[in-house]
């Protein structure tokens, strides 16, 4: 039986946005719903852009999720893997040097466009000789060194997708190693995958035609092809990609808002799939019901608007032994107060403000016109011990003493009690605030 193993490899050049949120969590569930692993992998050879504050926020990120990989690794410090695979392919003749500048590339594809012919390399720099090579390095050039294709219908069985063919005979030789030896993303992936027995590659579509080369690659080294699943990509509501360097909607300021990591756990994975967007009891119960086969084909659009219903929705439904620690953490440790004001959350730090409506200080506001009411009120407030029946005991005294009704009965007893228009039903807040701090407000 094959063991588990996925891995989440993002490049540490920025903070973790919605998009890529999307990958790190589809590899989570699916790692949790088969018992396998999961490894973070930091896909830090970009050494110009590749910072470990951004390898922090990542961390930080999955943290805030829950997820806690099975081992962490730097492509950094694994140069030394990369390197022999190098050996190996020059020595299979798979890894050759090519000496062209860009811009000499560059108006090589433009020719090959005016003429009709597809912009890819022509391996020109298989033609050299010995002595072409020593010439061009003697003019101070450094070669770029590219993979040799095999030129052919390379079909593999994507998870998501089905049957898959990308025909290298289509695209360019790859670059693997740059002109100052520093590694592009292609060889140290495969590299890896092999090295840590990766199983599975979940990743966003836009790989799928890197796959066709990949294979190649891990067929040259000699290494096991691990099954892959190419997943819709998440776009912003105008079809737009999420992108690092516009910081679109970044977890670090997603959590920063306020909203609940399952709130934005739920809208990144699931939307674009058939399981629904609705308040989940955790991860793990996503991830016991989310398999790869109910991942659209289609695209997966994510509305701003849905992520503040859905978080407002889970708050609406939070146990008190869920939202504890954070109550006590603000000193609000109060059973009662939490599950009546629960209800008029958006964000969990609502209640704060909210809590004053039964702690105070409230601001009363009460409207000229409603002053002799609002007295008449006072004067009419029962004794107490209250319960949830002291509203209806106070109001229908007050209807049948003033011969209001309706908005123009309750209104005014809620401003002056809260000082606001919305909030928690009347009936349950007023045992909770008490005779005495409602005397005082009815002023």
């Known amino acids: 039986m094959v063991s588990i193993i996925v891995r989440y490899a993002p490049s540490p050049t920025g903070r973790l946005h919605l998009g890529n949120a999307r990958p790190a969590l589809l590899n989570w569930f699916f790692a949790q719903s088969h018992g396998g692993q ?50 190996t392919l020059k020595a299979s003749g798979r890894l050759y040097p090519c000496y062209e500048t860009e811009d000499e590339l560059d108006r090589r594809r433009k020719r090959a466009r005016a003429l009709g012919n597809p912009p890819i390399y022509d391996r020109a720099a298989l033609k050299l000789t010995d002595d072409d090579r020593a010439r061009l390095e003697a003019e101070g050039r450094k070669p770029h060194w590219r993979f040799k294709l095999d030129g052919r219908p390379v079909q593999f069985s994507d998870l998501i997708k089905g049957p898959q063919t990308v025909n290298t005979a289509s695209m360019s030789d790859p670059v693997l190693v740059r002109e100052d030896g520093s590694y592009l993303y292609t060889l140290p992936s495969v590299v890896d995958d092999i090295d840590l027995k990766i199983s599975h590659v979940i990743r966003g579509e836009d790989h799928v035609s890197n796959t066709g080369t990949q294979i190649e690659i891990f067929e040259a080294l000699g290494g096991a092809v691990p099954q892959f699943g190419h997943h819709n990509l998440l776009t912003d509501a105008e079809g737009q990609g999420f992108s690092k360097r516009l910081g679109s909607l970044s977890l670090s300021d997603l959590r920063e808002q306020g909203y609940e990591a399952i709130a934005v756990g739920i809208m990144a994975a699931l939307t674009g799939t058939s399981l629904s967007i609705e308040p989940y009891a955790s991860f793990a119960d996503i991830a016991a019901k989310l398999d790869l086969s109910m991942i659209s084909h289609g695209p997966a659009r994510f509305d701003p608007a849905e992520l503040d219903s859905l978080n407002a929705r889970i708050l609406h439904t939070m146990s008190f032994e869920t939202a504890q620690p954070r109550l006590a953490a603000l000193g609000l440790d109060n059973e009662a107060a939490w599950t009546l004001l629960r209800e008029n959350l958006a964000r969990f730090g609502d209640i704060v403000e909210l809590s004053k409506l039964i702690t105070g200080p409230v601001e009363p506001v009460i409207a000229a016109e409603d002053r002799d009411f609002i007295t008449a009120a006072r004067e009419l407030l029962p004794a107490e011990p209250w319960d949830e029946t002291t ?53």
């Not at 992998?41 to 951004?54: E, G, L, V, Y």
């Not at 099975?70 to 492509?75: A, E, G, K, W």
């Not at 229908?396 to 039903?425: C, I, Q, V, Y």
């Not at 009347?426 to 005397?439: I, W």
């Open 391 to 443: 509203w209806s005991t106070w109001t229908n005294a007050l209807k049948a003493s003033t011969d209001r009704k309706g908005k123009a009965l309750f209104l005014p007893l809620r401003m002056a009690l809260t000082g606001r228009h919305d909030g928690p039903e009347l009936k349950s807040l007023l045992p909770l605030v008490g005779r005495k701090a409602c005397l005082d407000r009815l002023l």
């Open 38 to 87: 999961y490894i973070l992998r930091m896909d830090d050879t970009d050494f110009a852009r590749s910072t470990r504050t951004s390898a922090d926020g990542i961390e930080a990120d999955l943290a805030w999720f829950g997820i806690s990989p099975s081992l962490l690794v730097r492509q950094s410090e694994r140069t030394a893997l990369y390197d022999q695979a190098v050996v």
